[in-house]
């Protein structure tokens, strides 16, 4: 499942939660972290990742995937060990990842293949780059293949493409806000995914829903059925927020309702925390909500 969205949508929270649900129902996990700044360990309060797997919590485990660490592993996995040192030392590295456009992706993506080939976990969750990057990284493998003609480049861009479009194998996951702009980038994204990469789209998430207030309109009843009293001020106050929060919920029913109207997908919804930071408790919270929206859209199926 390759998770992808605009760049602050919270892609690397929803890895997390997804991660942490499918853990619940005893599920091996994988998490691979592309960009190495996503700050993907710090959703369980673990240490940055490296290349090197890490266990999360039990049943989830996480590591880096950069285009040169995958270079390095497929040189020393085909006895040119010797070479791939050089290639360190000299900083020559980097010329030959970028020897051919989309060559980095590629490389990324083939270890991805492996991974699933050699079946490391019952789910393998891509923490795939922001939304413009990741419609080129996904086309790599295409470019590729019209590009070279042989070889074992040419061999590993088609067992990508072989991969990514077969949707029991592959899915994107894309991830917005009820907002305009994301959610306008969403369907273009989408789009591009589905016809132009050619994989298959799962459940659009949409990330931060302000939950409605569920209030009469009497700010004063209302305080006074909990116990409190208003002071000065603090009526007109109130009444402004409940306002306001009204007026945002119904603006995100609107974004939910149009982006359902463009994309004939699933949706599950997540809720906004009010807090600075999303750690392990807020994945743990979300994680609850993505079991019962997907539990919902399994019963929908079902019937």
Request: hydrophobic share 45%; net charge negative; aromatic share 2%.
């Amino acid at each position: 499942m390759i998770v992808a969205g605009k760049g602050g949508v919270g892609k690397t929270t929803v890895t997390a939660a997804l991660a942490t649900a499918a853990a619940r129902t005893g599920m091996s996990v994988l998490i691979v972290e592309v960009e190495g700044k996503s700050g993907l360990a710090a959703c369980f309060g673990e240490a940055p990742l490296t290349y090197e797997e890490a266990e999360l919590r039990p049943r989830v485990r996480a590591r880096t995937l950069t285009p040169d660490d995958a270079l390095l592993e497929y040189l020393d996995a085909h006895g040119m060990r010797r070479i791939s040192k050089r290639l360190t030392r000299s900083g020559a590295l980097d010329v030959v990842a970028t020897a051919v456009p989309g060559m980095r992706d590629i490389l990324v993506l083939g270890k991805v293949k492996q991974l699933e080939r050699a079946r490391a976990a019952d789910l393998i969750l891509l923490d795939a780059p922001a939304a413009g990057h990741a419609v080129n990284f996904l086309l790599s493998a295409r470019g590729l293949l019209d590009a070279v003609r042989v070889g074992p480049i040419q061999k590993q861009a088609a067992e990508v493409v072989e991969l990514l479009s077969d949707p029991a194998r592959c899915q994107v996951m894309l991830v917005t806000l009820p907002e305009e702009t994301p959610v306008n980038e969403l369907i273009d994204t989408a789009y591009a995914v589905e016809d132009r990469a050619g994989v298959a789209l799962g459940p659009i998430v949409v990330n931060q829903c302000v939950p409605a207030l569920s209030l009469d309109g009497d700010v004063v009843g209302d305080a006074a059925r909990t116990g409190l009293t208003l002071g000065p001020g603090e009526v007109d106050a109130l009444t402004a927020a409940a306002a306001f929060r009204s007026q945002l919920t119904s603006q995100q029913e609107e974004q939910c309702a149009r982006l359902a109207g463009r994309l004939p997908l699933p949706q599950l919804r997540l809720p906004y925390f009010f807090t600075a930071d999303v750690g392990p408790v807020e994945v743990e919270l979300l994680a609850d909500e993505l079991v019962l929206g997907i539990g919902a859209l399994v019963d929908v199926g079902a019937r």
